[in-house]
């Protein structure tokens, strides 16, 4: 399984932004996936989970600003932020586990300016 993640950059405080995880290789649809962001020095945070069926799990820090969703078509996981502060500037990764597996992403750079 291979995750690609994209969407990532430089916005203003207040602005939105976008992030995709497509996931590809031979595989049906993938289950659980999930979002995570990582600042310097410090651990992995999970922001966001969704299951096959389109189950959500939004953490409490970001409830009500961030969106997951995914096209299970396309094995396409989806991460909407909207009014984007400058403490959710992070390296954010898409994961999930496919048949006892963990993948991870590589990582796309989010960073808002204030």
């Known amino acids: 399984v291979q995750l690609q993640a994209s969407g990532g950059g430089l916005v203003q405080a207040g602005e939105s932004l976008r992030l995709s995880c497509a996931a590809s290789?031979?595989?049906?649809?993938?289950?659980?996936m999930s979002w995570y962001r990582q600042t310097p020095g410090k651990q992995r945070e999970l922001v966001a989970s969704?299951?096959?069926?389109?189950?959500?799990n939004v953490v409490d820090i970001v409830k009500g600003r961030f969106t997951i969703s995914r096209d299970n078509i396309k094995n396409t996981v989806y991460l909407s932020m909207n009014t984007l502060k400058p403490e959710d500037t992070a390296v954010y990764y898409c994961?999930?586990?496919?048949?006892?597996?963990?993948?991870w992403g590589q990582g796309t750079q989010v960073t808002v300016s204030s």
């Open positions: 994961k999930t586990i496919y048949s006892g597996v963990v993948y």
């Open positions: 290789g031979s595989i049906s649809i993938v289950p659980i």
């Open positions: 969704i299951t096959a069926r389109g189950t959500t």
